[in-house]
């Protein structure tokens, strides 16, 4: 039994991604959504599967270019 892989905790400020689990860099490409956050690509794939189409991302400004947020609005007009 290995239940010592509380990855939440282990690098401060750095978010698991919602998909993989793997902690999400600082400075990597990440998706911001509702529901936790991403790596881009985690994200991308994930949504691909489900929708069948990329994800509608927005850049974030200025020193957060590399944090997108989710259109989600549209989510559901599919
Ligand atoms: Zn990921």
Redesign the pocket.
């Given at each position: 039994m290995e239940d010592d892989k509380v990855t939440e905790i282990s690098m401060k400020g750095a978010p698991?991604?919602?998909?993989?689990?793997?902690l999400?860099a600082r400075y990597a490409p990440q998706v911001v959504a509702s529901t936790g956050t991403?790596?881009r690509?985690?994200?991308e794939a994930w949504y691909f599967g489900r929708h069948g189409r990329r994800p509608t991302l927005l850049s974030g400004t200025n020193g957060d270019r590399h944090r997108y947020q989710v259109r989600e609005a549209r989510e559901k007009a599919a």
């Open positions: 698991p991604c919602g998909r993989c689990h793997m999400v991403y790596h690509e985690c994200y």
